[in-house]
């Protein structure tokens, strides 16, 4: 599955083709996510879809709007990110805060945040101790699920959009922001990538290395592996490779 700024599209690995679900039309996609009933959540402009019963073709699932954004681009009310913690579901709504939606809904509460807080772009449930909340200029932000804080151990990533938040085996923090990629690491984060407007990050999953993939806007495709040596060793898949 790809959201796309002009609606999901679906992989058919038989026809090798890419097939759009109808019933999402051209939307703006930020998120797909599934709950803890393994059901496809997908984040939008014009806010959440729930598909409530899987079907042999996703292109022809019908999907319910639980929650009704606006449909631009960055406008209030756009669901930006989805996430499962503590056994339930989290959502950013771009220009209000994050939401939990779970036998309800209900609206987790700032403490001392600057109302640009509220513009929230990326979530990443750190384990079971904190939820992970990325904004544009305020940086990022904790919570245990009820309240929101600032935490100063992430005081440098104030100032650029922080997009996305990846997290490794070994326990490190990767921070994808329009001004580069962030690490952090035993209580320290640095600036690992810089000059680049980081728009998506997926970790790999292995013990036996410390890597992330990052999407980006104008420098294509990034492979980052963090050697004890050396540091970050990047590589680049751009347009010369498709």
Not at 5 to 15: C, E, K, P, S, W
Not at 111 to 120: I, K, L, S, W
């Amino acid at each position: 599955m790809v959201g796309t700024n002009r609606g999901l599209f679906i992989y058919d690995d038989a026809t090798a083709t890419w097939n759009p679900v109808a019933s999402l039309g051209r939307n703006i996609i930020y998120a797909i996510a599934e709950d803890k009933s393994q059901r496809l959540l997908v984040a939008s402009a014009s806010g959440i879809y729930l598909a409530p019963k899987q079907t042999a073709r996703l292109e022809e699932q019908a999907f319910t709007r639980v929650e009704t954004g606006p449909g631009n681009a960055d406008a209030a009310g756009s669901v930006r990110a989805i996430t499962q913690f503590h056994g339930a579901t989290y959502f950013a709504v771009f220009g209000r805060g994050v939401d939990r939606m779970e036998a309800g809904r209900s609206s987790l509460s700032w403490t001392n945040a600057p109302a640009t807080a509220r513009e929230v772009l990326s979530l990443l449930a750190d384990g079971d101790d904190r939820l992970l909340i990325g904004t544009t200029r305020d940086g990022v932000f904790v919570s245990d699920g009820k309240t929101i804080r600032d935490e100063p151990a992430f005081a440098t990533l104030k100032g650029p959009a922080v997009r996305s938040i990846a997290r490794t085996p070994d326990g490190s923090l990767w921070f994808g922001t329009a001004s580069g990629i962030f690490l952090c690491k035993n209580g320290a984060c640095n600036l690992a990538v810089p000059n680049i407007d980081a728009r998506v990050l997926l970790a790999v999953q292995s013990e036996k290395s410390n890597e992330i993939w990052c999407g980006t806007r104008n420098n294509g495709l990034l492979r980052v592996l963090l050697d004890p040596v050396v540091g970050p060793i990047v590589s680049e898949l751009d347009s010369e490779q498709g």
